[in-house]
């Protein structure tokens, strides 16, 4: 018979020599899950990562599992003494894994927000039941569905993939029935895809909000979003909006992460017309390129408020702590090895804050790093964001 | 014979996946090297850490050796593929590193600076062939002389350890002849000790400079730092002055890292007189927990710019990117092993950062972790960093 001193002397010798820190366990660990490590750590917490690739940001952290995350038992052994874990993004395990969790022990956000945001259909369809304004758009089974819905909304039109898109991956611009023809060929899985309406937006903004599983929420400052080539070049923060649009932007984000039930940082990603109306383009459950900027800016940064969020704990003040920031993404210009040293002339920006990823291999476009200037204006931070980040060639 | 295309082939099997990044080595690893770690990772690098005792700040590392850091062959091993060295404080064996270090690779700050720092007796007398303003000390020898100085400066004094002496160890204040005597026979080494006239000073300010091998510089704000039993309890940052004394106290402390040849971090503590004179206390080589506040509230902190100059990169700016800072220390209470969760509670202080060192044993009045809050003004950063700060009893 085991005493219960046995039982306390059995786990004081049996686990790590840090298992009074509480342990948050990361699926996946890209510059997401590496930037989240960074906010527990710096709280003194235990990071334990799993990712099915050695593929760099994860190389500087002790408690880490590269293997097969589709594995019940390797998952099951990383989710052993996590108080609790999460994803770097919507496309890890996170169904498998829920089947295999301890007692008491939760993966947030939860796995059906991240299989309603991953399709884009589904996505789409509980935005619109919650009464949430979004571009025009149909779920199309056939290609005679999207050839009667085009002839409906007028072309140009945008046909994605309902999962896997994303950076301009996934999408087309079809100006005509002949490339909507094509792009049904290559971007149609088995139910169909989705076709939106082009929507005239006069810019793109974004929107963070931090939940937890209570419903309590904080909602970060609605920020100016500019991509390049389909993909985020540079965040500007505040956005220089009438109080009244910033504000709308604010509610719908808020209305659509409790619609998909959002835990931790959700993403909301928004399109501004030219009449002042707000749209949703999209919703990404995990915090986001476009909230990098809080990292300097924000009293709390947003993979911080994420750990909160996730570990149950009260989430922190969202506010700028400056009055202006600026983000701009470092991109990899070649195919191979990165030169990381390639980063010093940046230095020489003195007020830029300067963020490298660790990735093993660059690639022509692959997010390899980023640049942070807060200032006391927008212009000049975004001045000085751009230079620096102008003169990384990792 | 070995061809240059075997030489490369047997570089890139032969070393570790990350031989490409800027490899910074850090002797010694406690929350300071921690905090180094982090800036020199943020920026992509690669962080080797050798520390004589594994006592959990360095445990979230991959790249940790727990060793004797006096043994040659430990040191040699250590210092392979590091680009630059820096220690975490003066007491690391940076001489003893010195001599087996590789061809082209520096140990920064100096070994002579350190030396030099580390002896308060030394340090007085560079400071005061500098031509800076120190309290009146003598370097005594002997009880004799002791006594002698006393009858010269009256009391109460201040008898110092030449070495060894810091956050109120080591120091004792003398009332009179035979708390003199008493303190004499606890403090004195063979060289004797070093003996100050009390200052009647209105506040301690800190200065932190960054200074690179080529010389160049720059210098942080001045902060107000208050003390509770002879230990940093909160920094406030700017300290509220006259901009004539806060000049001149940044003047003297460049002044000052210049005359020891600090390189990569230097703290300069000082004291503000009722008739506003600044006079230097003391150094240190070294990040400071003066300049923790810098993580948040600075465009570069502390650790990034010490990181910069000891790998010769241009150092950043160190001006506030916030109106006002608060850092309030958070020390242990009892003996044994730290409640790490206890923070949580803090966490309802929404704009409070908190940080939490992952020291695996506590003791009462233990720096275990820190909290900074950053406002539009000095007063709510300091109320609301000590209201964070009292919930913690970790």
Same mark, same amino acid.
């Not at 050695?54 to 500087?60: D, F, H, K, N």
């Given at each position: 018979m085991q005493t219960t001193d046995d039982a306390v002397h059995m786990k004081s010798e049996g686990t790590r020599e840090e298992a009074h820190l509480p342990t948050i366990g990361i699926l996946g660990c890209g510059q997401l899950g590496r930037m989240m490590a960074f906010s527990a750590l710096r709280m003194g917490m235990h990071v334990k990562i799993l990712t &099915?690739?050695? /593929? $760099? &940001?994860?190389?500087?952290? /002790?408690?880490?599992t590269v293997g097969d995350w589709k594995d019940p038992e390797v998952l099951r052994e990383f989710a052993r003494e996590c108080d609790a874990i999460t994803v770097e993004s919507e496309w890890a395990p996170a169904e498998r894994l829920a089947q295999v969790l301890p007692d008491g022990v939760d993966i947030l956000p939860y796995p059906r927000t991240l299989q309603l945001i991953r399709h884009k259909g589904r996505q789409k369809k509980a935005l619109l039941k919650a009464g949430l304004p979004l571009p025009p758009f149909a779920r199309c089974r056939s290609l005679e569905e999207a050839n009667a819905t085009a002839a409906e909304f007028g072309y140009p039109l945008v046909l994605k993939k309902y999962? $896997? /898109?994303y950076d301009g991956y996934g999408n087309a611009t079809c100006d005509d029935p002949l490339a909507l023809s094509d792009a049904w060929n290559h971007l149609s899985a088995d139910d169909g895809a989705l076709l939106e309406a082009w929507v005239p937006f006069v810019e793109e903004l974004a929107v963070l909000v931090a939940r937890g599983t209570d419903g309590d929420a904080v909602v970060y400052p609605v920020v100016y979003s500019e991509q390049a080539d389909h993909r985020c070049h540079a965040v500007v923060a505040p956005a220089n909006l009438p109080e009244s649009v910033a504000i709308e932007a604010q509610r719908i984000s808020l209305a659509a992460v409790e619609a998909v039930a959002g835990v931790g940082i959700t993403a909301v990603e928004l399109f501004r017309l030219a009449d002042g109306r707000v749209l949703i383009n999209e919703l990404a459950p995990r915090p986001h390129n476009t909230g990098h900027y809080t990292i300097e800016a924000c009293h709390t940064s947003q993979f911080e408020n994420h750990v909160r969020a996730v570990m149950g704990w009260p989430l922190g003040l969202p506010g700028l702590r400056v009055p202006a920031a600026c983000m701009v993404n470092v991109l990899g210009f070649h195919d191979g090895e990165p030169h990381y040293d390639a980063f010093r002339p940046a230095l020489e920006f003195a007020d830029a804050t300067i963020h490298m990823y660790g990735k093993n291999k660059v690639r022509p476009r692959r997010k390899m790093g980023h640049v942070t200037v807060t200032a006391d204006d927008a212009e000049t931070a975004r001045m000085h964001a751009e230079a620096a980040a102008a003169q990384i060639h990792v």
């Open positions: &099915p690739e050695a /593929s $760099g &940001p994860e190389a500087i952290f /002790s408690d880490v999962e $896997g /898109s």
